[in-house]
């Protein structure tokens, strides 16, 4: 539960600091935190106590996948332009891959070697982090622009550095008595001045212009998020991403206590889920290529899917059966996740370039939240119907 928390709650910084470096950058940043993940999910598996292992496993593993996962989708986005929604659905389908191989995986390593071996294995697993980011090399064009708005900011800062030197100088000049004082020329050239009060008043000048300037700075990035969050249909995407993870991801606490009201055993419950990770798999292939020819009408798909499994759930509903379950089970592997793999596509498409890391820090940080949010009240529904009927409940 922590991993999860730590995983989804940090995406957003981490997408919106891979707006701030280049892509050079983070294929360094991909590949030390893929190293450092595999490090700490091997060392959980040397640890004495639990609080060791909720350290090494949850706290930093949950932190380390957010520091690579939110920039290898962003630079996914980045690689694709016309076919962005298809190579996101393979993307996505290798988690439905991955829930179910990993499974056994993961039980037949436990009954071999142990907790200790498994957790040594899956850090072992998690190396294959240093490929994805051998093989995201940067394009040329992404250089190209970083290196123009470099070029173009120390310009900026070449002139105001200038502008400030040229505005104000000092210099030694005779005052009202016979005597020598400092004499301010505004526009001058610069000159060393040998008077102290005149120094402590240069500091105090310059601490005043950088808190102005860290406050601007505040100021400037509050400003960056409120237009970020403006742009057009970027909230409706959002809301989008909540609701579609709260309708599909938490319909998994319910499946349980369905199958075991209609007479499931607990093998047919287990081959039912294995069929869903399997559709879901194939879903997301299929969704992300449809998408790819569909363009802009690539919308129709969340709308065709949600109405079939609003069919599906109020037939099994009023006449649960085993045969309906699976056949509800199928569909809702199929249609259920239709739209997820389709919100970072449609984000990356509203925002601009230098906004791609924020938009898809987004998906992860919503999907997350609606899993925790709906974890809540589905357990709150499920107690207050526990000596009710299945159907009122459904």
Known sequence: MTYGALT????????????????????????????????????????????????LYSVLGG?????????????????????????????????????????LVVGVTNEVYGIRGTLMILGGMWLHILVVAAVLIPMRDEFALKSTVICVVQEAKVGEEEEEKSDVSFERGPDSNGGL??????????????????????????????????????????????????????ITVMLAAFFGGFAYHNQFFILPRIATEIGMSKSEMSHTIAAIS????????????AAYKLGQRKTLIP????????????????????????????????????????????????????KKGSATGLHPLLNGASIAVGTVIIDDVIQETLSQQLNPML
């Open 181 to 234: 004082c400092d004499v301010i020329h505004p526009g001058k050239p610069d000159v060393k001045s040998e008077a102290h009060s005149d120094s402590r008043s240069l500091i105090c000048k310059a601490t005043i212009t950088e808190k102005s300037t860290s406050c601007s700075r505040v100021k400037s990035s509050l400003l960056a998020c409120y237009d970020f969050l403006r742009t057009p249909h970027l």
């Open 278 to 289: 399997i559709t879901e798999f194939l879903s997301r292939i299929c969704n992300g290529y």
């Open 303 to 354: 709308v065709i899917s949600f109405s079939i499994c609003i069919i599906a759930g109020f037939l099994l509903a009023w006449l649960p059966s085993k045969r309906l379950f699976v056949a509800y089970a199928v569909i809702l592997g199929f249609f259920g996740g239709a739209l997820l793999p389709l919100l970072i596509p449609i984000a990356l498409e509203l925002v601009p370039n230098e």
């Open 8 to 55: 989804w709650s940090k995406t957003p910084v981490s997408g919106y600091a891979r707006d701030h470096y280049s892509a050079h950058t983070c294929r360094k940043v991909i590949f030390i935190a893929g190293i450092l993940l595999a490090s700490s999910i091997c060392a959980a598996g040397w640890a004495a106590s639990l609080n060791q292992v909720l350290v």
């Open 63 to 103: 932190c380390f996948v957010t520091t690579f996962d939110t920039p290898v989708l962003s630079m996914l986005g980045v690689y694709f332009k016309d076919k962005r929604a298809f190579a996101s659905g393979l993307a996505i389908s290798g988690g439905s891959l991955g829930g179910l191989v990993m499974t």
